[in-house]
């Protein structure tokens, strides 16, 4: 079975800049999930999709952050302008919808200088 | 709110040793906890996971007994390995659809 993959692996933008991420889940999961990891921290939940609803973004920086799911499966998630402090690395996650299992996705470190 | 504290890294030990890695939690529900595991270079993978109170996760020879009564998930190994080198995250869901609330992560480090 495939993997929740994600593109670009690394990215290096200047503050300011916009950039945008992908991430396909696996096939079938109803639930996908955008976290921010910050070097020496545990992943931080930035959004969560049920299909093609956003169930919680609670935590979602929405002035400079935005994500959208296209028809239930990939996802996008964009920043702009960016900051120093969104250097980080993005992971994105699916899970099917009865079970809290997360599969994640190898990640994209951002770099803002 | 619901968060989770685990002990603070690294941790560094020769093969052979027993880890031990702490993790607390509080929650307002009864959550299901997770440990899961990064190497270098790699994604997240869940280690192992336990449901309900008593239960105890294992896999690749890595334990964690669920206790309600200490708030408690710690996980353990009798035997570490040099490939076991790699952070580990404690992490709590409240239920099904909800996401993980993570720790902050242990590093381990284990020398030949």
């Known amino acids: 079975e495939a993997g929740v993959a994600q593109s670009p692996r690394y990215k290096i933008i200047e503050k300011r800049q916009s950039v945008a991420f992908w991430c396909n889940p696996i096939?079938?999961?109803?639930?996908l999930y955008w976290y921010q990891q910050i070097l020496g921290q545990g992943p931080k939940l930035l959004i969560q999709f049920q299909n093609n609803g956003v169930v919680d973004d609670s935590q979602l920086p929405k002035d400079r952050f935005s994500a959208e799911r296209l028809k239930g499966v990939d996802s996008t998630l964009k920043i702009q302008p960016a900051k120093l402090e969104d250097s980080a690395v993005y992971l994105c996650a699916s899970s099917p919808l009865s079970n809290t299992e997360a599969f994640f996705g190898q990640g994209t470190r951002l770099t803002v200088v | 709110g619901d968060s989770v504290t685990q002990m603070e890294g690294p941790v560094t030990l020769s093969e052979e040793a027993f880890l031990t890695i702490n993790c607390t939690y509080t929650?307002?529900?009864?959550?299901?906890l997770f440990w899961y595991v990064q190497y270098p270079g790699e994604g997240l993978q869940l280690l192992l996971k336990a449901t309900k109170a008593d239960d105890k996760g294992s896999n690749k020879g890595f334990e964690a007994t669920y206790r309600k009564e200490t708030t408690s998930f710690h996980l353990e190994k009798g035997s570490v390995q040099v490939s076991d080198s790699a952070v580990y995250f404690c992490?709590?869901?409240?239920?099904?659809?909800?996401?993980?609330?993570f720790g902050k992560g242990t590093s381990l480090l284990v020398t030949p």
């Open positions: 929650a307002t529900g009864y959550p299901s």
């Open positions: 096939s079938g999961h109803a639930t």
């Open positions: 992490a709590l869901s409240l239920n099904s659809g909800y996401a993980l609330n």
